[in-house]
């Protein structure tokens, strides 16, 4: 099915789940939830956001990251954000992970407005929500009124976050566990657009055959050896690249552009253009940025939902580092 019209149906089939999920899955995630408790959340997320990556642009790609290993791991529940031995931000697979700091600084400021309200699921959702605004991707709406979960173990991590050196099957597997589809796997991968990534998570793509040629054939051999000079050997570990190398700071549709010419960065991104039921999807995000930004609305929205806790469940939490108890 051409692209544009699979998002066309999966469009009218999201109004119809919208009204489900605000219907049944969820009874109280609902757009404006704060509209009486706290009016001002949203701007005050905003403005937090904003500030933070005036100082800091590393911030915008920093929190779209963060949303993605929240909600993977317990659902969306801030569950990343709680400190102590064995939490999910004591895993290697999140070692990496920033941006707690810009959440906190919106808690700080939200406790000061409406104590006790705005949940910090809730604020990572819309931080990531307005990191893509401030990037120069789309406005989307997105519904609220998640609650804060109790539990984050570090072992929950593994199983639930996508390694680079996934095949398709087993990326398809995760993201199908969290209600995703193939191509809400396409879409969310074009968060690559913007942000960086450590040598060691793509050093495995130099090695060479005795003859001096890359193993990987998936990668254009001198993107590889441009980023083989950005990454001195020996020093893996703290030396970055930028994920996009044309268009770092701006969430547009080069990611998808760069897989067309070899220029993915991470196996699991080569994987996307390689693989004959997703080539077609970034042939058309490459070639339509628009379609692009419209599907990134629907997947973005279905991602922040994953799990989420409303109601009763959870807690809204007075630090996002901790539990109330
Ligand atoms: C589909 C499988 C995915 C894999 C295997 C993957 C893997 C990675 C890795 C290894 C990094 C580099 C981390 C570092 O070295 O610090 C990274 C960075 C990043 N990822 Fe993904 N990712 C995936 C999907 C996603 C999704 C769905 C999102 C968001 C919706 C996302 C957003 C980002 C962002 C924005 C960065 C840059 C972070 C920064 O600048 O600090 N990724 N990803």
């Known amino acids: 099915m051409e692209t544009r019209t699979l998002i066309l149906s999966k469009t009218l089939s999201c109004l119809f789940c919208v009204f489900y999920f605000v219907a049944s899955v969820s009874a109280t995630l609902s757009f404006n939830f704060y509209a009486a408790s706290c009016p ?67 808690k700080r400021v939200l406790e000061l407005f409406c104590p006790g309200t705005v949940s910090c699921a809730d604020i990572i ?9 401030i990037a120069g991707g789309p406005v989307i709406p997105i519904p609220t009124g998640r609650r804060d979960g109790m539990v984050s173990v570090a072992s929950n991590v593994r199983p639930n976050i996508v390694d680079t050196s996934f095949t398709m099957d087993e990326m398809v597997k995760i993201f199908s566990a969290k209600g995703l589809s193939l191509l809400d796997l396409v879409v969310l991968s074009g968060a ?65 552009k760069n897989l067309l010419v070899h220029k993915g960065l991470f196996q699991s991104d080569s994987v996307l253009l390689n693989d004959d039921s ?48």
């Open 40 to 106: 001002t959340a949203e701007f005050l997320i905003r403005n937090t956001v904003t500030s933070s990556s005036s100082n800091d642009p590393s911030i915008p790609g920093k929190l779209l990251r963060l949303v993605f290993h929240d909600c993977f791991v317990e659902g969306c529940d801030a569950s990343l954000m709680l400190q102590g031995n064995n939490t999910e931000q004591t895993d290697p697979g999140n070692r990496s992970v920033g941006g707690y700091s810009v959440i906190e600084s919106a």
């Open 125 to 133: 959702a819309l931080a990531a929500r307005d990191a893509v605004e």
């Open 192 to 256: 690559h657009t913007v942000g960086a990534a450590h040598c060691n998570t793509f050093r495995d793509r130099f090695q060479q055959d005795s003859m001096g040629k890359l193993i990987d054939k998936t990668i254009d051999s001198s993107y590889a050896n441009e980023l083989m000079k950005q990454c001195p050997s020996g020093d893996m570990a703290s030396v970055t690249v930028n994920i996009d190398p044309e268009t770092s700071m701006v969430f547009d549709n080069q990611y998808y």
């Open 278 to 325: 997703t080539r077609k999807f970034v042939e058309d995000f490459a070639n339509d940025q628009e379609l692009f930004f419209e599907s990134w609305g629907q997947s973005f929205m279905k991602l922040t939902s994953v799990g989420v806790k409303t109601g009763d469940e959870g807690e809204i939490r007075r630090i996002c580092a901790a539990t109330n108890a």
